[in-house]
């Protein structure tokens, strides 16, 4: 037990360490050669505009509005995904029809869709909504298709030798046989779901972290760039540590292989 | 129900059968003009080589397949499907990761909506039986390849079935736990009076096991060799003369050489020289 603390304590230790060794290398940096504020802030210039920004409340809105897009996104274009993915894969000539549009509307760059988007919405969060939703429910799609087409042969066997009708064989076999490739997409969508929510900030929104970068832009203030980037990195951080918390637990009774 | 309570009365009656029976995996038959009759109580094994068949063979038996030509007939009706009286052992233990032992033996009985108190008392008696209630509770991957093994079996006999289709169940395993399943088995379908197909390619173990190995060799029945030894069988039988005849059948008829020990001396003589 005392082994597995300090083991957790001293990974944090070295991970918070390497942490503040880059912070070092950027303020080296940033001193030796003397770079403009608005080129590259110190991350001393960061962290202060980051403190105010906190205690004044003024970022307050924009965390929430982001974080609340994201969570929108993903649960609605992760829920599309999964969804579609076992419906393709229960009617797999469904797969045929459906699969070249699926893949059209990823290859299109996101970015060229938003004034699209913002015709048809308007400004505000339904457009950005639906552009996370959009970028997260492939890898959920894909992932869970390749769970529905990959089921052990024998098992699906022993289900049918057990008589077990087709949505019994979906409940019991094949969600839990591919919840471990299924929870991997989970992962996938939630990290693609930020780049997707700042993005279509970028274009439409007035609140939120991207819409604060554009703002900082437009106001020559790197240091708020620099502050909304650290902010979204820190809230995926947390975000994806969560997601991989919640699939150990549930998958703790998997056998791992590493 | 109970599994364990009066013992089986063995009546010669037909339960399962295959008439003319012929299968085929595109334009290649593998199996052709099959006649079988398997009566309740009755133990047979089913020898071959790799590839000539005989798993098609028990899924014809339980209805996974349909066969081209012929019937399959269970008691009187024809088998188009899997019934709950027949069960299948596969040849890997073939159970759910996720699960653990006491959920996976009772998956049948969950799937068919038949899951009561007195059911999972079953399952623990079957796993006592078998000698692995101890590890009810654990997960599969947790346990040997034999104690795998032995779940398996488990959730075979978990529906009360009246046939018992086996699959080279024991293939992976080692010479020592191959052998304490073997007598295991043997014992268990005496027990709960099963009808019982033991698929394998090692001749000793369908002797040793079944009252009546049957060869199949080009898509045909080629042999069958009544075993005559008593349904109590020990590990100790294999030494016994009429076991060696047995065995020298089922190889002449499989196609294989009988080596003798006067064989093999001249030939390691041969060698020297």
């Avoid at chain 1, 809105?61 to 599309?80: D, Y």
């Avoid at chain 1, 969600?175 to 930020?194: D, N, T």
């Avoid at chain 2, 269970?74 to 959920?103: A, C, H, M």
């Avoid at chain 2, 002449?252 to 030939?267: D, E, F, N, Q, R």
Wanted: glycine residues 8%.
């Amino acid at each position: 037990m005392f082994n597995r603390s300090f083991n957790l304590f001293s990974k944090f230790f070295f991970k918070l360490l390497c942490l503040v060794f880059l912070g070092l290398v950027w303020e080296f940096i940033c001193k030796t050669w003397q770079f403009s504020s608005l080129i590259l802030p110190t991350p001393i210039e960061v962290f202060n505009f980051l403190l105010q920004a906190l205690q004044s409340g003024m970022i307050h809105r924009h965390i929430a509005q982001t974080l609340f897009e994201v969570i929108c996104g993903l649960c609605l274009g992760g829920g599309v995904g999964f969804c579609l993915g076992v419906i393709l894969g229960e009617f797999p000539k469904l797969k045929f029809l459906i699969m070249p549009y699926v893949v059209a509307s990823q290859v299109v760059p996101k970015l060229a869709l938003t004034p699209l988007f913002i015709l048809w919405f308007g400004f505000g969060t339904f457009p950005v909504v639906v552009m996370t939703a959009l970028i997260c429910f492939f890898p959920l799609l894909e992932n869970t298709l390749t769970a529905m087409e990959h089921v052990d042969t024998l098992k699906l066997q022993l289900f049918r030798m057990l008589g077990a009708s087709d949505y019994q064989t979906l409940i019991w076999l094949k969600i839990p046989h591919g919840a471990p490739l299924i929870l991997a997409g989970v992962r996938v969508a939630l990290v693609l779901s930020w780049v997707g929510a700042v993005v279509a900030e970028f274009m439409g929104s007035s609140v939120g972290l991207g819409a604060l970068i554009v703002a900082g832009q437009g106001s020559m203030n790197t240091a708020m760039i620099f502050a909304s980037l650290i902010l979204i990195t820190l809230m995926g951080w947390i975000m994806y540590a969560i997601v991989l918390g919640i699939e150990r637990r549930a998958l703790i009774h998997y056998p791992r292989r590493v | 129900m109970n599994h364990f309570t009066a013992p089986v009365e063995k009546m010669p009656r037909t339960l399962l059968s295959l008439n003319g029976v012929s299968f085929a995996y595109g334009e290649k038959f593998i199996l052709e003009g099959l006649d079988w009759s398997l009566m309740q109580g009755d133990f047979e094994c089913v020898i071959g080589r790799s590839g000539c068949g005989k798993s098609t063979l028990l899924q014809l038996l339980c209805g996974l397949v349909s066969p081209q030509k012929g019937d399959v007939v269970f008691r009187g009706n024809t088998l188009s499907n899997p019934v709950k009286e027949i069960s299948y052992v596969f040849q890997k233990p073939n159970l759910l990761d996720w699960l653990n032992v006491i959920d996976n033996v009772l998956l049948p009985l969950k799937l068919r909506g038949e899951l009561s108190t007195s059911e999972r008392a079953n399952a623990m008696q079957i796993l006592d039986l078998l000698g692995i209630s101890a590890h009810a509770d654990k997960l599969t991957w947790q346990l040997s390849g034999g104690e795998q093994s032995r779940v398996a079996i488990a959730r075979a006999l978990v529906a009360s079935p009246k046939v018992l289709l086996m699959d080279e169940p024991f293939a992976s395993l080692d010479a020592i736990t191959r052998e304490e399943l073997q007598v295991e088995l043997r014992n268990l379908h005496d027990q709960l009076g099963l009808t019982t197909v033991f698929v394998t390619h090692d001749i000793q173990e369908a002797i040793y096991l079944g009252d009546r190995v049957r060869v199949v060799k080009d898509g045909h029945f080629v042999h069958t060799q009544d075993i005559d030894f008593p349904s109590l069988r020990l590990p100790s039988l294999k030494d016994e003369s009429l076991f060696s005849n047995y065995s020298n059948s089922l190889r002449t008829s499989l196609g294989s050489p009988v080596y003798s020990s006067a064989a093999c001396i001249s030939a390691q003589g041969a060698m020297h020289v």
